[in-house]
C-alpha cells in the first residue's frame, strides 16, 4: 500500500461521501476545539445500524483500509458483518491511520456523542465533531497518560473558551 501520508480532510471526504453516520473524537476533535497537541489518526465514533456498517464498511474500503498493527496474511474481510461483530478497529490506510469505535470509553456510542456534538466545517465539509466536555470525559475514562495530559490542555482550552464567552 502506497503511503500518502497523514490527510484526515481525505478520509472524512470519502466517509461523508458514503453518508456514514459518524462523531469526530480523539485528537482531531481536541485540535478542531483549539489544543495545540499534534495527532497523527483520526478517531470516529460510529453509528452501529447495519445500513451504517455496510457504509462504512464501503468508505474503509475506498480509503484502502487494512488492520493496523497486524501481519497482512492475517484473514480479515472488511464488511459490515466484521465490522458488527467487533466495536474498535484501528486501520491503516492511504489517507492516514484510522481508528474507529463503536463505543469509545466512557461513553454509550455514537447516539450518546452525537446529542451533544457540534457540527463544524472541516476543509469545506460540515461534519460532527464531539463534544469538548463529551471528549474531556473520554480522555478521563480512558486514562492514559497522554490522556491525562490532554485533559489538562483541553481544560485549559474549555476556560479560554469560556472566559472568551463572557
Known sequence: MKDRGFDPAAALQILVAHKVDFVIIGGIAARL??????????????????????????AL???????RGVEDDVPFVLDARTLAAGD????????????????????????????????????????????????????QA????????EVEVLGAVRDERSRRRR
Open 88 to 139: 474498535h478497529f484501528t486501520f491503516k490506510s492511504r489517507a492516514g491511520d484510522i481508528d474507529c469505535l463503536g463505543v469509545p470509553t466512557g461513553t454509550g456510542g455514537y447516539a450518546d456523542l452525537r446529542t451533544s456534538a457540534e457540527r463544524m466545517d472541516v476543509d469545506g465539509l460540515k461534519v460532527w465533531v464531539t463534544s469538548l466536555a463529551d471528549l474531556i470525559a473520554m480522555k
Open 33 to 58: 476545539w483549539g489544543s495545540p497537541s499534534v495527532t497523527r489518526d483520526l478517531d470516529v465514533c460510529y453509528a452501529r445500524e447495519p445500513a451504517n456498517l455496510e457504509r462504512l464498511a464501503a
Open 61 to 67: 474500503k475506498e480509503m484502502g483500509a487494512k488492520l
Open 142 to 149: 480512558a486514562g492514559r497518560p497522554k490522556d491525562r495530559i
